[in-house]
Each structure stands twice: as C-alpha cells, then as structure tokens.
C-alpha cells in the first residue's frame, strides 16, 4: 500500500493545502460571483418529515447515500492524507472548538480565510467516516468534530458576497452534515439545515433570483442534499428538476451551454474551462446519484450534456490543462487545469447512450493523453468568436472579441487585475500542455501571445477592462479539419486587421491595416511562454545567450522545437530570460516574487503606425534543417495580405483560405481565381473527390452569398458561368446558428 507522510513540521496551512491539492476537500472557489449588498438571511430550509410514499423514501435514501460515499476518499493515498490531516485540525483544536490561525474576522470576497474552519471540520468527518483508517468511527475524533461544528452554529459567519453564504458555505456544511447525520442532535441538524437553506430561488435580500448556469447549478444541488438530510422527496424532486432544465441550449445573451457547445456565464463571456467546468462537474454526479430512481435525468438532457463534453469541453484543452482563454478570470489562479474532468467524463461514459466511445476515449486522454488517440479536427465557435486547431502534435487557438461578446469577466472579488488583452486575438501554442503552467504572475500582460497591443507606460487599470467589442467582422469558416479566423480589432486608437489560417503541420498569422495614433509603439507578440530549451535564430550558428535581443535579418526562431517561420528577412525581439512578479499582482494569491525563465518573441510596429503589416507561420514539432528547408521551398503561399483581401494557400494539401473583408476577387492563378458579391471567408480544397467550399459570415448575420470560381464544377447551388467558371449559392444561416459556417461538396 502507497503511504503518504506529511512531514512532522508540517502546520495546519500546509495540511489543508495538501488535502486541496489532491482533491479531497468538496468546495471549490470557481464559482465567486459579485457580491450584493443585501445582507439579511435567507432560511429557506425544508421542514424534516417522514415520506408518504415508501418509493420515493427509498429513492431519497439511495440518493443521500450515493452523495455520502462521494465524499469519501477512493485511495490508500487520499484516505492516509485526509487521516493525518485530521489528526492535526484535531490535535490544534481550542477548547471552544475554534484554531488559532483561522482569521474569523476576514472579510476577503475571494478565497474566504474564514471557510477554512468547516473545510477543517469536513476533513475531520471524512477521516471519521472513512472505513479501515484508524480514526474511523473514533470517539475522541468525534468530539472534535462536533465541538468545531457547534462553534461554527454559533457563530454563523457571513461573508460581503454572496457566493459564499448561499453556495460555498451551505455546500460544506451539506457534506458535513451528511457525514455526521446520525452523531448530530436534533438542534444540530436543524441549525446547520437552516444555514443550508440559504441555497434558495431567492437572493440575500428574498427576492426571486435569476440563476443561471453554474450558480443554478450549485443552488440546486446544496438544495437535493437538504432535501435528502429533511426527508424531503418533494425538495429533492424540484431540485433534481432545476438542474435538468439548466441543461438546455441557451437563447439570446442567456448564460449557459451555448448554441455552438461552447459555455458562457455573467452574461457574453466564454467560460467553458471556469464555470462551465463546474457546471458539467455538479450536473454529471448528481445525474449519477439519481440514476436508477424516479429522479433520473431524462435521455434528451443527458444527450445536450454529452454533446456540450464531446462538442465543447474536449475542444477547448490539451494534455488535461485548458485553454487559458477560456478560464474567465481563473487564469489568475496557481495550478488552473481540466483534471476535475476526468470523473464527469467517465461518468457519462458509463451511462448508455449513442456517443459512448467517443466518452471513453476523452476519458482515457484525460488521464494518460499518450495512451489514447489524438483529437484531430478544427472548431469554431461562433457565439464566443473562438477557433482551435487540433493536430496529433499540437493545439492552438485565436481568442477574439465582437459587438456580440465580452473581453473578459472583468475585475471580480481581486481576481484578474491584468486581463485587458486576453480577447484581443490571444493565440496560444500548446505541445505537451505545460507550455503556460503557472507563467501568469511573471507575464507581461501587454505581451499576450498573438495579440497586437499599444504599449501604454501606466499599469494596467483594473476598473477599466472589461469591454463589448467595437466591431462586429470577426468570425471564422471551418470545414471540421480546416479553418480561418478573422478578427477586425479595435482598441482606443488601434485599428488592425488580423487573419489565421489553419492547416496541418503549420498555421499562418496575418495582420494588415495596422493603424495607430499614439506615439506609444505597437508590438505583435507572436508568443510569451516558458522558455524549455535553447533559442536559435536563423542568422546565428550558436543559441542565444539568456538576455533581451534585438535582432535584424531574421528568417525564423526555434524554441521548444517551435519554429516561427517569417517571408522575408525581419526584425524581431527576443528575450530568453528571468521575469518575477507574484500571484498578488494578478490576483488573489501570494505575495511571496515568483521567477521563472520566459522565452518572448515579438513585432516591434514602432508608434504612431499607418498601414503597418505582419505576417508569419508557426511551426509546432520541427528543428533547424526542417525550417531552412522551408525557407529554399515551401508549400505556403501568401497571395495578399491587405486590409480588404488576406489569402493564404497551401499548394501541397491543394487548399485555399480567403478572408474578404470587402466584396472582390483574388486572382490566384488557373482554377483559383474566387470572387464574393458579399464580404465573408471562405475555403476552397480540392480533394481527390471532387471540391469542397465552406462559407461564413463573421458578422453572424444571415447573408445571400455568391462564390464565383473559375472552374467547371456540378453541385447543390451551382450554376455555370461563362468561359468555364461556377458561381456558386449560399444562404448563410440566421437566428442562433448565424455564424456558423456551410460546406459544400462538388464535382
């Protein structure tokens, strides 16, 4: 048996960060919210009866024992952790039931240092609960237990936001009080069923409450297990109902799974690796715990729940670490990752249903991504103006922003004081997963990768960040393997016009129509990443020395066996070097400098810029041989690059992908020449079938398109033209799938 031994000058703090670290205690911060300012109490907690009706008190008996085992450690490993653990809370505990170093006074909106007393109670219970570890079912243990619990009873802490009293604070006390029911007194168990009560469709204030998504979630699920502790069928019945109905596409601006399967929460944010991780969490186990009764989930929700996993979720990540862009302000948050994935995944995998393989296969690259087959394809979201790239030796993404959706979350509860830019066509570059790991305390936020920024000599302003977009061409087209986006930003006085063109061993980046007023310089940050190895530069024999370089006449940079090809000789900055900043800047985490080796790599435009342009391709798993022998021959061909026409073909796949900002026509040779009545994108790929067009529109705006080519083909919508060409008829769609692209498939 595997033993874990904390180390005997290991305090309380440490205990307590080990018993999060291994994901043993229940509650999770990811769901903090703003705070409103009412504060009166909410006791919305159900009367404990006795069941009419024996099916439905058996139902709720085998549900509220499902949750109780949930609770308990499934390991040696756990299970001897949560056992010393517990031994110290026990062994610090005050006579009155209270720890010297809980601050019972704190008032932080964010991770509560308050909560820290019922997350110590809870891992007491555990190891009192947890069968064949030494402290199960002991006496003195038990003592503690209730000792700490009725100081908590007391007392009845609050916090300023809400979160924590109607969501974080009633969900441990139900996991204590599901530990403990049969060692509590009557009082006991009322006392803490009313603070659990203020898990209700009410706020703070009493009023009816709008939850959605996540919250809704959260508040239904501290309401089953209130309902299960009260005997309470009809409670459990109208909570299990809530989250089912949760589970639905979202209209309109509304929170939740969206249309195209990617999540949003407080209002157009995308969200899918922050609360839309939580959501499928709380949804998949209480799914699991009401299987096999009359609460079950009914099929067509578990089907919109499988669909938004296999469709949204296991898009959005790599190597078990999420795509930052899609973390909210999470990204501030030491150690953000996709591992609490793995047991809703492997739940709906167990469960019957027609997409079963595809679930277990996500499973299996959740736990060991080396032992199951690579995703391969491309997505893209168009209600959260998001694209991502799968290839079996990387991830990419293109994170953009629009009149239709949110930057960010903005500056919530100190979390995410720097996160102006992470929309502004932020372009992550993952291999392995870890390529990001832990690098934000140390970043310079105006450098996030592929954004082009304004280089402002006063902090970034905390207050001032969140923002709707001022344009609404931004978008892709994608055919399911391949794709394009387009973004047309806007931001103070900058203008650009940025484009990227998906294939298979590469991708290319394109910017044109870079405009600036300031004399602030504008820098294209082209990635900003831990540095994992030499840098090499085309025009130098040896790597670069760790320092900050400023280079002339280069071809291409290698870094992680990354390589970032450019057309033609350019001047490019890179700094392979220390950076040191801390949590605290960013967030709410310490202020203890963190260091840590960062490769950058950027485009200096210089200020007051007109007509500026950028163009290069990026080139996961090569080396140096490989990228000389693109710069002699390469199959990419950039046609134009100009703020109404970006075009980029790849002649050995026989692919083209035109971003027409403006209604025209790209001359690309025999067979390649397209024109549009209408602006849009569109890819065109001969394949040894035949042909196939995809279209979009990124306004998201329905639209009567016409493609003319000048090539004989025979197809839905084709009519010919003269001298051997083809206009070809889309009707783009309207309502919630606008955006969203149409292939056809000719001869």
């Known amino acids: 048996?595997?033993?874990?031994?904390?180390?005997?000058?290991?305090?309380?703090?440490?205990?307590?960060?080990?018993?999060?670290?291994?994901?043993?205690?229940?509650?999770?911060?990811?769901?903090?919210?703003?705070?409103?300012?009412?504060?009166?109490?909410?006791?919305?907690?159900?009367?404990?009866?006795?069941?009419?009706?024996?099916?439905?008190?058996?139902?709720?008996?085998?549900?509220?024992?499902?949750?109780?085992?949930?609770?308990?450690?499934?390991?040696?490993?756990?299970?001897?952790?949560?056992?010393?653990?517990?031994?110290?809370?026990?062994?610090?505990?005050?006579?009155?039931?209270?720890?010297?170093?809980v601050d019972y006074n704190d008032q932080t909106r964010g991770p509560w240092k308050t909560a820290q007393h019922l997350d110590r109670v809870q891992a007491m219970a555990k190891a009192y609960r947890t069968p064949g570890e030494p402290l199960n079912s002991d006496a003195a243990l038990k003592g503690k237990i209730l000792t700490s619990l009725d100081f908590w009873l007391q007392h009845d802490y609050r916090n300023p936001n809400w979160w924590h009293n109607q969501i974080g604070v009633p969900q441990?006390?139900?996991?204590?009080?599901?530990?403990?029911?049969?060692?509590?007194?009557?009082?006991?168990?009322?006392?803490?069923?009313?603070?659990?009560?203020?898990?209700?469709?009410?706020?703070?204030?009493?009023?009816?409450?709008n939850w959605t998504g996540a919250n809704m979630v959260w508040i239904a699920s501290n309401r089953i297990i209130m309902g299960c502790l009260a005997n309470s069928p009809g409670t459990v019945t109208e909570a299990f109902s809530k989250i089912f109905d949760e589970i639905h596409i979202a209209g309109p601006h509304g929170e939740g799974i969206q249309n195209d399967w990617s999540f949003h929460q407080h209002g157009d944010v995308l969200y899918t690796g922050g609360y839309g991780q939580s959501f499928t969490g709380s949804a998949a186990h209480f799914i699991d715990c009401a299987r096999g009764t009359h609460f079950a989930v009914p099929p067509d929700k578990l089907q919109i729940l499988t669909n938004y996993v296999l469709d949204g979720q296991q898009w959005m990540l790599r190597g078990g670490v999420w795509d930052y862009g899609v973390t909210g302000r999470e990204i501030t948050r030491a150690d953000k990752n996709a591992r609490s994935l793995r047991f809703p995944v492997q739940t709906l995998a167990q469960m019957a249903g027609p997409r079963q393989a595809e679930l277990k296969a996500f499973a299996q690259r959740l736990r060991d991504p080396r032992s199951a087959p690579p995703l391969v394809g491309n997505r893209h979201f168009w209600k959260s103006d998001f694209m991502v790239q799968h290839r079996p030796g990387y991830y990419t993404s293109a994170r953009m922003f629009?009149?239709?959706?949110?930057?960010?979350?903005?500056?919530?509860?100190?979390?995410?004081?720097?996160?102006?830019?992470?929309?502004?066509?932020?372009?992550?570059?993952?291999?392995?997963?870890?390529?990001?790991?832990?690098?934000?305390?140390?970043?310079?936020?105006?450098?996030?990768?592929?954004?082009?920024?304004?280089?402002?000599?006063?902090?970034?302003?905390?207050?001032?960040?969140?923002?709707?977009?001022?344009?609404?061409?931004?978008?892709?087209?994608?055919?399911?393997?391949?794709?394009?986006?387009?973004?047309?930003?806007?931001?103070?006085?900058?203008?650009?016009?940025?484009?990227?063109?998906?294939?298979?061993?590469?991708?290319?980046?394109?910017?044109?129509?870079?405009?600036?007023?300031?004399?602030?310089?504008?820098?294209?940050?082209?990635?900003?990443?831990?540095?994992?190895?030499?840098?090499?530069?085309?025009?130098?024999?040896?790597?670069?020395?760790?320092?900050?370089?400023?280079?002339?006449?280069?071809?291409?940079?290698?870094?992680?066996?990354?390589?970032?090809?450019?057309?033609?000789?350019?001047?490019?900055?890179?700094?392979?070097?220390?950076?040191?900043?801390?949590?605290?800047?960013?967030?709410?985490?310490?202020?203890?400098?963190?260091?840590?080796d960062v490769f950058s790599l950027w485009l200096n435009h210089g200020g007051k810029v007109a007509g500026g342009s950028y163009a290069y391709t990026v080139v996961p798993n090569t080396n140096r041989n490989a990228l000389e022998a693109r710069v002699k021959q390469s199959n990419i061909e950039v046609l134009s690059n100009t703020p109404t026409l970006q075009a980029v073909r790849h002649n050995g796949l026989k692919l083209l992908e035109v971003a027409f900002w403006q209604t025209g026509k790209l001359e690309a040779g025999r067979g390649w020449t397209v024109s549009v009545d209408k602006p849009c994108l569109v890819l065109l790929h001969e394949t040894p079938n035949g042909f196939e067009i995809a279209a979009a529109n990124p306004e998201n705006k329905p639209l009567s398109l016409n493609v003319q080519l000048d090539r004989t083909l025979t197809g839905e919508s084709c009519i010919p033209v003269a001298a051997g060409g083809t206009q070809v008829h889309f009707d783009l769609p309207n309502g919630e799938e606008a955006g969203r692209s149409v292939v056809r498939v000719l001869k």
Not at 555 to 564: A, K, N, P, Q, T
């Open 402 to 596: 629009s009149t239709r959706t949110l930057n960010t979350d903005g500056y919530i509860n100190s979390e995410g004081k720097k996160s102006h830019h992470l929309a502004d066509g932020t372009t992550y570059i993952f291999r392995s997963g870890d390529e990001y790991k832990d690098i934000f305390p140390v970043w310079d936020w105006q450098r996030v990768p592929g954004t082009t920024c304004e280089q402002k000599p006063e902090p970034l302003d905390p207050t001032h960040m969140q923002m709707r977009g001022k344009t609404s061409f931004d978008g892709g087209v994608s055919d399911g393997l391949y794709g394009l986006a387009a973004m047309d930003l806007a931001r103070d006085s900058l203008t650009a016009k940025k484009a990227w063109f998906y294939f298979d061993d590469e991708f290319v980046c394109l910017g044109a129509g870079i405009n600036s007023t300031t004399d602030n310089p504008l820098l294209t940050s082209i990635n900003q990443c831990l540095l994992n190895g030499p840098v090499t530069v085309s025009n130098t024999a040896q790597p670069l020395t760790p320092g900050d370089h400023d280079l002339t006449d280069v071809r291409w940079v290698l870094h992680d066996s990354i390589g970032y090809l450019f057309p033609v000789n350019t001047p490019v900055h890179v700094k392979n070097q220390a950076q040191t900043g801390s949590w605290a800047e960013i967030g709410t985490g310490s202020n203890a400098p963190v260091t840590k």
């Open 172 to 209: 441990t006390m139900g996991a204590i009080l599901l530990l403990m029911e049969h060692d509590l007194s009557p009082d006991e168990l009322a006392k803490g069923l009313a603070i659990m009560g203020r898990s209700s469709w009410t706020n703070e204030a009493g009023k009816p409450a």
């Open 1 to 101: 048996m595997l033993r874990l031994s904390l180390p005997s000058t290991t305090n309380l703090q440490d205990a307590g960060n080990l018993l999060a670290g291994l994901g043993i205690l229940a509650v999770s911060l990811s769901g903090q919210v703003q705070a409103q300012d009412q504060k009166s109490a909410v006791t919305n907690a159900p009367t404990i009866t006795t069941a009419d009706h024996p099916q439905e008190d058996k139902d709720v008996e085998t549900v509220k024992q499902r949750l109780r085992d949930a609770l308990l450690p499934t390991t040696p490993t756990e299970g001897q952790a949560i056992a010393q653990a517990a031994r110290q809370f026990a062994d610090a505990l005050k006579p009155d039931g209270s720890w010297n170093d």
